[in-house]
T-cell receptor, first 112, second 115 residues
Framework: DAKTTQPTSMDCAEGRAANLPCNHSTISGNEYVYWYRQIHSQGPQYIIHGLKNNETNEMASLIITEDRKSSTLILPHATLRDTAVYYCIVRVGPSGNTPLVFGKGTRLSVIA | GAGVSQTPSNKVTEKGKYVELRCDPISGHTALYWYRQSLGQGPEFLIY????????DSGLPNDRFFAVRPEGSVSTLKIQRTERGDSAVYLC?????????????FGPGTRLTVL
């Protein structure tokens, strides 16, 4: 079973920041937080991952609370193409190749 | 470069028939995964290969499901005596075996419909 809890759906205005929360209160010390997204009719796509420090790449930023029990994925300037289901996943990594355990994710709708 | 490809993109079959789904991973990726996704749900893990061997097949629902990767590259997921409940999108992903990198790259999936 997925070890994360996410809201079922969220809306965001185009051009605004999208902040997607995730709870993972039972995360273990050796587990990372990963985010993937799935655009309609496509396979999931990796976005970002982190252990305890905040992370940023060209797609998004990941903010992890100090106690590591929750995190927020931030899309700084959402576009219509960011409409997708976003999955927050905890897993041992990044050196391992363990399978991903997906929950139901958050369906983000970016509105013009 | 080329991504993960899956064939066919769509497969319609009748209950009781046998089907094979093919996955071509990214060249050089040693890890390969199969997942299936039912409508409205997240992908569900089926089996994981490291090279030619199945490292973890704990997600296969029953013995009607079998997968092979004989040369450590292309993989085939085989389903015998298909049932209507097998209808889903079957996703394949591959991952390189590099220190500090285990991002999974997914293919577009095969939509299986069992009538």
């Amino acid at each position: 079973d997925a070890k994360t809890t996410q809201p079922t759906s969220m809306d965001c205005a185009e051009g605004r920041a999208a902040n997607l929360p995730c709870n993972h209160s039972t995360i273990s010390g050796n587990e990372y937080v990963y985010w993937y997204r799935q655009i309609h009719s496509q396979g999931p796509q990796y976005i970002i991952h982190g252990l305890k420090n905040n992370e940023t790449n060209e797609m998004a930023s990941l903010i992890i609370t100090e106690d590591r029990k929750s995190s927020t994925l931030i899309l700084p300037h959402a576009t219509l193409r960011d409409t997708a289901v976003y999955y927050c996943i905890v897993r041992v990594g990044p050196s391992g190749n363990t399978p991903l355990v997906f929950g139901k994710g958050t369906r983000l709708s970016v509105i013009a | 470069g080329a991504g993960v490809s899956q064939t066919p993109s769509n497969k319609v079959t009748e209950k009781g028939k046998y089907v094979e789904l093919r996955c071509d991973p990214i060249s050089g990726h040693t890890a390969l995964y199969w997942y299936r996704q039912s409508l409205g749900q997240g992908p569900e893990f089926l089996i994981y290969f490291q090279g030619t061997g199945a490292a973890d097949d704990s997600g296969l629902p029953n013995d009607r499901f079998f997968a092979v990767r004989p040369e450590g590259s292309v993989s085939t997921l085989k389903i015998q005596r298909t049932e209507r409940g097998d209808s889903a999108v079957y996703l394949c992903a591959s991952s390189p075996r590099l220190a500090g990198v285990n991002e999974q790259f997914f293919g577009p999936g095969t939509r299986l419909t069992v009538l």
